[in-house]
């Protein structure tokens, strides 16, 4: 069942399917490379070690991805078709004059990033992220050598999958200095979550939407009837076009097609798809024929494509200017994910959960220190239960292999449903760590921290790999200079962070975080007196003269003073709290 084999061996064939759905009215035709990959090849043509008695691992796919065989195979593949998809499509346009694209098809793959197959091992997966990652861009590299218009991440079961796909997408354009139209579809079951990874669709679109695509949109899935209120939900929340390629209905093998619905049905349900005002770009996916894509081709023809509402993609006309004020109901809200969305809401203190921080619990640190991982997860449940927004999850303590404890515990969480749902705060000191915790993220999580401390080359480096993670971050009130102590040392190290965050990077000045320092007063040093004060007026400062950036901080720090006086230290916090949340600490 190796269809994407047939571009080499039957091309004749796959160009003759091309030609009838472009005369048929198709404008957009994809390529036939919905498996084309090494990891996803490696299905037809290396045996199963689970045959033999061993298992598919890290290990094992670690050699499929270096196999010279296989990555020349997928090359072949990607690259010819997409040569036969462009002829075609220029045939069809010298006809009529009406010009067709290229869809690049990038598949969701036969391994899941995001859910494990041992039942005695949630936190095993079969491959690692940058495994897939890697599949992924030689994959897109051969499509566009092949002469793609567009990329299209396609069908997507599980989104920790389709966030490698995305990522490689970004090193590619990065590294080879070329660029296209990104397009995005997910697959849903009947509650509206992708159908491995459980990500409803609002959760879905704040974990894409840094990608700036040019559609996001469902395709396959149960057929055009089951989708209807998630395509609703996505055009609501969407700035990008939405696109709807749905199945024939559910497989059928008494149907003609193999599947349930006739053309006329296809065109009743994608009519109605535009007529509400849900789509700009229809189309089918399993079970659709020729003449299933004209009839929705006619369905559609003189329905006007849903309205796109503002981007948020940056532009020149866009970035927000320093000392524009926005008041609270103005600012835009940040947007994260789990497996479900979370958006700050005006005038609503953000609670994150610091239970699964080493440095914040000494019950949690025992627990990773010993091994017991699967029973910190219950650490990390108690904090959702007790009303958190948001986890924060940091393993940096000596006697820990910070990378290897972050991954194996988030890997876990995501295997808790009850967890997953909330979004994740990566936390560490270590880079490496960071970008350890990224890479387990199906959803938009936040990145805590990066600074200027080590110059702006290395700042801007960091934040553009947080950005192509689809992640928040955190910026600490630190520059080359030091720690902001003062007022007007953390005004200073902030607005130029935001001013290179914004304007350089182009992240989203709502995914802006800064911590500009909560320090220990009462400490019987004159110079320290003023710290909580400096904190309060910093942050509204920040928020009178940085659109939309957000103010966090570790509220225990300025209380140290009193360690062991409990009393004295939570009046303290609930008057610091009570100061700041009014100057706009989120």
């Known amino acids: 069942n190796n269809g994407d084999l047939f571009s080499l061996t039957q091309p004749k064939m796959i160009c003759d399917i091309h030609r009838r759905f472009l005369e048929a009215g198709a404008d957009i035709v994809e390529t036939n490379t919905f498996g084309a990959t090494t990891i996803s090849q490696s299905e037809f043509f290396v045996d199963d070690p689970r045959e033999h008695g061993g298992r598919k691992d890290p290990e094992f796919y670690q050699k499929i991805v270096d196999d010279r065989f296989l990555g020349d195979l997928a090359w072949e593949i990607n690259e010819t078709s997409a040569r036969q998809c462009r002829e075609e499509g220029d045939k069809a346009a010298q006809k009529d004059g009406r010009q067709r694209f290229v869809a690049g ?84 079951g009947r509650g509206g979550e992708t159908m491995i990874s459980a990500q409803t669709t609002e959760a879905f679109w704040n974990a894409v939407e840094h990608v700036h695509p040019l559609s996001v949109g469902l395709n396959c899935s149960l057929g055009p009837d089951l989708m209807y209120p998630f395509l609703g939900e996505l055009a609501a929340k969407a700035t990008a076009a939405v696109s709807a390629y749905p199945n024939a209905g559910l497989p059928n ?140 999850v940091c393993m940096d303590e000596g006697m820990i292999d910070g990378v290897a404890a972050m991954t194996r515990f988030l890997l876990l969480l995501a295997s808790e449903p009850e967890v997953a749902k909330v979004p994740i705060m990566v936390d560490s000191s270590k880079w490496e760590v960071i970008e350890a915790g990224l890479k387990c993220l199906q959803g938009k999580g936040i990145a805590n921290s990066i600074s200027l401390k080590e110059g702006e080359a290395l700042f801007k480096e960091r934040a553009r790999t947080i950005q192509a993670y689809g992640a928040a971050v955190v910026v600490m009130a630190f520059d080359e200079q030091g720690q902001a102590a003062t007022y007007e040392d953390k005004i200073r190290i902030c607005e130029r962070a935001y001013r290179i965050l914004v304007d350089e990077v182009g992240m989203a000045p709502e995914d802006v975080i800064f911590d500009p320092n909560i320090l220990t007063v009462a400490t019987g040093m004159s110079e320290h007196d003023n710290y909580a004060v400096d904190f309060i007026e910093a942050t509204r400062w920040i928020k009178a003269n940085l659109p939309h950036a957000k103010v966090s901080g570790g509220v225990s720090n300025v209380s140290f003073s009193f360690r062991g006086n409990n009393p004295v230290r939570e009046a303290m916090h609930s008057a610091f709290l009570f100061h700041a949340i009014s100057a706009g600490m989120d």
Do not use: W
Not at 105 to 126: C, E, K, M, Y
């Open 253 to 392: 093998p008494l149907s003609p097609t193999g599947f349930d619905l006739e053309p006329a049905d296809m065109g009743r349900f994608l009519g109605d798809f535009a007529k509400d005002g849900l789509l700009n770009i229809a189309g089918g996916c399993c079970g659709n024929t020729p003449e299933h894509i004209a009839a929705i081709a006619k369905a559609v023809a003189d329905v006007p494509p849903r309205a796109l509402p503002p981007s948020d993609a940056p532009t020149a006309s866009r970035l927000p200017e320093i000392g524009t004020a926005t008041s609270r109901a103005e600012e835009k809200p940040l947007r994260l994910s789990g497996s479900q969305p979370f958006t700050q809401q005006p005038g609503v203190y953000m609670m994150i959960g610091e239970r699964t921080n080493v440095a914040g619990s000494p019950k949690f640190a025992k627990l990773i220190k010993e091994g017991k991982f699967e029973e910190a997860v219950a650490v990390a449940r108690q904090q959702v239960e007790n009303g958190a927004n948001v986890i924060d």
């Open 105 to 188: 098809a990038i598949g969701p793959l036969t391994v899941s990033l995001s859910n494990s197959p041992d039942a005695d091992d949630p936190g095993f997966r079969v491959v690692t992220f940058d495994q897939v990652r890697t599949a992924y861009a030689q994959q897109i590299r051969a499509l566009i050598a092949g002469g793609v218009d567009t990329l299209l991440v396609e069908t997507i079961f599980d989104s920790l999958n389709a966030k490698a796909a995305l990522v490689a997408i970004s090193d590619v354009f990065a590294k080879d200095g070329v660029r296209l139209p990104v397009m995005i579809s997910a697959a849903v």
